[in-house]
């Protein structure tokens, strides 16, 4: 039976935004929960901007109770491989990066700064 390999996947980094170019500082080994921070930023910024439009098919279920923000942020800090609140550190930098390219910040419920622990019994 033939061996099933590891699957690798690699997460973008956003170079274009690293100074001087940007605001994301240099080093991006030490700093990458920012390019997961920001990978999440723009996956969320679409999913607000479904909410804003809300548009949707008849036969489809309530959008609404399909998008789960926290675990999206918490699989793409998994992707780099970082710890969620690593990521959380840099929001003021997202900000200034999305105010730069003529992009709106998310609202205050599509960020997290803190993770809750997650409980077993």
């Given at each position: ?5 590891a699957m690798y996947?690699e997460p973008p ?56 923000l926290q675990q ?50």
């Amino acid at each position: 039976m033939p061996q099933i390999g590891a699957m690798y996947l690699e997460p973008p980094i956003f170079t274009k935004y690293i100074t001087p170019h940007g605001v994301f500082p240099k080093g991006t080994e030490d700093n990458i929960g920012i390019h997961g921070l920001w990978y999440y930023y723009i996956s969320a910024l679409e999913i607000f901007k479904f909410k804003i439009d809300g548009w949707q098919y008849e036969d489809e279920p309530n959008k609404e109770d399909t998008f789960n923000l926290q675990q999206l942020f918490t699989s793409i800090a998994l992707l780099y491989g970082v710890n969620p609140e690593q990521m959380t550190r840099y929001w003021g930098l997202i900000d200034k990066q999305a105010e730069i390219l003529d992009l709106p910040t998310l609202p205050d419920s599509f960020k997290f700064n803190t993770i809750p622990e997650i409980k077993t019994q």
